[in-house]
């Protein structure tokens, strides 16, 4: 129970730090399904930028920064290109699995069989637990929160109030791209080595625990560790019988997706969604 209890708390972090990206980015009204492919190119970038200097903060912080420039590629596509905020994500995340894998085939060095340097992930859980906290007091006690949900519950009035809908939104996809920054750092690091596809997923899981908790950033932290102990739990469950029946392995690794898809069909609609989400 000790080990699963960890192995929860492990797998949920990335979940709990990407969620806050696209919290951030929805509550100033911008949808974000890109949350995927940014955190890829996290972790694509930490990984070969961490090899190749060996160390830790300055692979950290060009994965970081690659993230933040996606979040702001899709910034740009969708404020000042108006383009459809799900056309734009889901371009982002066919451009990071492209990029990731061309650049992981020609730049990563096969003689290198350590452990890619990263910090301590004890470091994501204090960074996660305290940046939870922090926005939940920044949205309801701040200047700052009132105007990034005014923006995305209704960027007309937030204009007419003297707010600038793209300055929020901005800095809110800054902040979207630091979180997934994070986030993806974190799997690169657990890992210890950076493979394709490695996200396998969890930006789509994080964004799933943000509609089942409402937008709002400590039943978006339940959620995900909600999720991270079903991922726990089919690992621990891999090569286990149950009633005497050997089950394929295959059943144990979408256990998180099926709980993912039952959550959302029991609870979507429920949940009230900024109302200015995709305007803009």
């Not at 699963?4 to 949808?31: N, Y």
């Not at 908790?213 to 286990?240: D, H, K, S, T």
Request: proline share 4%; aromatic share 8%; net charge positive.
């Amino acid at each position: 129970m000790l080990s699963l209890f960890v192995l929860s708390l492990t797998l949920s972090v990335p979940l709990i730090l990407a969620a806050l990206g696209g919290l951030t980015s929805e509550r100033s009204g911008v949808i974000n399904i890109g949350l995927e492919g940014k955190m890829l190119v996290a972790a694509c970038i930490t990984g070969l930028v961490g090899m190749a200097s060996g160390n830790a903060f300055v692979g950290f912080l060009c994965g970081s920064g690659a993230a933040v420039a996606m979040s702001l590629l899709h910034y740009l596509v969708t404020q000042a290109f108006r383009v459809d905020h799900i056309i734009s994500g889901m371009g982002l995340n066919a451009l990071a699995v492209g990029l990731t894998s061309v650049l992981h085939k020609r730049l990563t060095n096969p003689d290198f069989t350590d452990r890619i340097p990263g910090f301590p992930v004890q470091v994501y859980w204090v960074i996660a637990g305290a940046a939870v906290v922090g926005i939940a007091w920044y949205l309801n006690r701040t200047k700052g929160g009132l105007r990034l949900s005014a923006v995305g519950n209704d960027p007309d009035k937030a204009r007419q109030m003297g707010v600038q809908p793209t300055l929020v939104r901005f800095y809110a996809l800054v902040a979207t791209g630091l979180f997934c920054g994070l986030a993806g750092s974190l799997i690169v690091t657990n890992a210890g080595s950076f493979t394709e596809n490695m996200t396998a997923g969890k930006g789509y899981i994080a964004l799933a625990a943000l509609i089942l908790g409402g937008w709002r950033p400590l039943p978006a932290l339940l959620a995900c560790i909600l999720f991270g102990f079903f991922e726990a739990l089919q690992i621990q469950l891999q090569g286990q019988a149950i009633l005497g029946v050997d089950l394929p392995s295959w059943v144990w690794q979408s256990l998180p997706y099926f709980v993912t898809i039952v959550a959302l069909a029991g609870f979507l609609g429920k949940n009230q969604a900024p109302a200015g989400l995709g305007r803009p």
